[in-house]
């Protein structure tokens, strides 16, 4: 069994390597709609309530993939519905001598299929923490998925059928001489470079073209994230499928959707990212080996399962400027704050990074079109709320930066992080107090292994961690010689707040959970917090997730005692420490409608 990774190695930060600051096709194609929407649900994390068609996604990529990856013996036949994903009762032995014939064994494995991918869906829907009013997974009929199924082998079997009038393409012998020839082969279920290739010279056969024909597509036996990631690690994106056979490439995003009638603008913003990401990672280091020369992107097309409609996108003509207008709005989203946001509706915020004369206040334009024709919507409810009073602290009032004098010493990393961002870091010691300071997410202050001795840490982020202080670096952050400070107001490292009182109405909940780069499980449970004043997120790793903090519901009105202060993107965060912090539900939490 070939288990193979993607076109570009990842990092290895891993599964949970999500930077907020990176810049991704999902964050482009929302900040290109509006700043404001991304500012909320990319950077601070505010999710909105899951429907049932939002778990398709993933479910029919990988039911699409399955089926892509079957080998059928070229000589022996196939029996009746015997598929490896999702193994079902055997039927009738099925003899497969031509593409056609091959089509129908694969139509026979729709009923297995398509159990699995209801069974997902149900499993799916059961563990949402968050689901919509009045929706249930019910909902999504086995004919949408029958047709979704279908149109993934009609549209594959036009791939393999195109091999075979182009007589295998011009890597027809590569694959004869030694089975798949790309550095990351597409992946397949059975291993080895298979028995039905021809001798040289000879027409290129149903089988080989199937074969030939097999895109690169996401690994469903694969847990971690499947990524490119940029060299320079500001860009990432997890395309769907590459078909590589015509000696140039195609890139293919998968919607579990119908493409009839649709305004594809969005979509193509997303596939020409894709170009530009294939492009770029070309000569990553760490990219495997072809024998074949792979050839460039010449077409970015999204294939709707609903209906099987194609939409082909018009793709970037320069790109090495698409380089450079990519990274400029990069560091326009990494520049970014909460004090970019103007929550207050009375305020103006036209002029800020995130001025839209559209969306003000707590109003953002609707999702996912926008626009001024489109309603206004609101992911913050305006509520009649207010903190609480001693010893709870308003959430606008939470510790903001601080300027501390000390040694710095005792560098180390890079290590990974809470979030698996391989960051680096030092201690700083004033008297008898020491901190732990690092960056406060993957390259925001590459320079502090430069420093050492006697500083000055100017604007760092005060927070704790497992007991300790801790002092974040970001690009707001400096660390300066004694002699270049003088006439800074320094605060005293014993007295920096690392704990925070606050109170408020839970308006998102989220988890994730998976498998890092080194094999290890993790979790993390999040839940939005907003008091009137401002929000901020909480957040529970591990063995700090508690069964009332995973119950926590979608207006319920909860207090937290002793949370460390944290923080996430150049955003503050709380975090659950299981030993001190204490959480309190009330018995009647506002009404958010």
């Avoid at 690092?438 to 925001?444: A, I, T, V, Y």
Wanted: aromatic content about 6%.
């Amino acid at each position: 069994m070939r288990v193979e990774k993607m076109p570009v190695i990842p990092q290895p930060t891993g599964v949970h390597a999500r930077s907020r600051r990176r810049l991704s096709a999902s964050s482009l194609v929302t900040w290109e709609r509006c700043k404001r929407d991304w500012f909320l649900t990319r950077r601070l994390g505010i999710r909105v309530a899951t429907h049932p068609e939002m778990l398709l996604g993933h479910i029919v990529e990988e039911a699409a993939t399955a089926i892509w990856m079957e080998r059928p013996h070229h000589s022996d036949g196939m029996d009746e519905g015997a598929t490896q994903w999702a193994p079902g009762e055997e039927g009738k032995h099925m003899e497969i001598n031509c593409l056609d014939s091959l089509n129908d064994w694969l139509r026979s494995l729709m009923r297995p299929i398509v159990d699995k991918m209801i069974d997902q869906l149900n499993a799916a829907w059961s563990d949402c923490l968050w689901k919509a009013d009045g929706r249930s997974a019910s909902e999504v009929k086995r004919e949408k998925l029958n047709s979704m199924v279908k149109n993934a082998i009609k549209l594959q079997m036009g791939e393999a059928k195109a091999c075979l009038e182009a007589n295998g393409g011009p890597h027809l012998e590569a694959f004869r001489e030694g089975g798949d020839p790309f550095g990351t082969p597409s992946p397949c279920w059975d291993t080895g470079a298979g028995e039905g290739w021809l001798d040289s010279g000879e027409p290129c056969s149903w089988w080989e073209a199937w074969e030939i024909a097999r895109p690169w597509a996401k690994d469903p036996r694969i847990v971690s994230a499947q990524r490119l990631f940029h060299p320079d690690g500001w860009a990432a994106g997890e395309l769907d499928v590459a078909n590589r056979w015509r000696g140039e490439i195609h890139i293919i995003d998968i919607k579990a959707n119908r493409g009839t009638g649709r305004n594809h603008s969005g979509v193509a913003h997303q596939l020409r990212f894709y170009q530009w990401l294939w492009n770029e990672t070309r000569t990553h280091p760490k990219k495997p080996e072809n024998r074949v020369e792979e050839g460039i992107v010449t077409e970015a097309k999204s294939w709707h399962l609903a209906d099987g409609f194609i939409h082909k996108a018009d793709l970037i003509d320069d790109l090495k400027a698409e380089s450079l207008r990519l990274k400029s709005i990069q560091d326009e989203m990494a520049s970014t704050s909460l004090d970019d946001l103007y929550l207050d509706a009375t305020e103006s915020s036209a002029d800020g990074n995130l001025g839209c004369e559209i969306c003000h206040g707590l109003k953002t334009c609707d999702y996912p079109r926008g626009g001024q024709e489109q309603p206004l919507h609101s992911l913050i409810p305006d509520l009649e709320i207010k903190p609480a009073g001693s010893p709870y602290s308003a959430i606008a009032d939470l510790p903001s930066r601080v300027t501390v004098k000390g040694a710095l010493h005792g560098h180390w990393g890079p290590m990974p992080n809470h979030y698996g961002d391989h960051v680096i870091g030092a201690a700083i010691t004033a008297g008898d107090k020491t901190a732990v300071i690092e960056e406060m997410g993957l390259n925001q202050f590459p320079t502090l292994h430069g420093y050492e001795g006697n500083v000055v840490v100017v604007n760092a982020a005060p927070g704790q961690w497992r007991g300790m202080i801790r002092l974040y670096l970001d690009s707001d952050s400096q660390i300066l010689k004694e002699e270049d400070a003088a006439g800074l107001e320094i605060d005293r490292m014993g007295l920096i707040p690392t704990r925070a009182n606050v109170s408020g109405v839970v308006i998102s909940r989220g988890a994730n959970s998976g498998t890092n780069a080194k094999g290890k499980d993790w979790s993390m449970s999040t839940a939005h917090i907003w008091d009137g004043t401002a929000l901020t997120e909480v957040v529970a790793f591990g063995r700090g997730r508690s069964e009332s903090f995973d119950n926590l519901q979608v207006g319920d009105h909860v207090r937290f005692m002793a949370a460390e202060i944290g923080w996430r993107e150049g955003t503050p965060q709380l975090r659950i420490d299981p030993r001190n912090t204490r959480m309190t539900i009330e018995n009647q939490p506002p009404d958010l409608d």
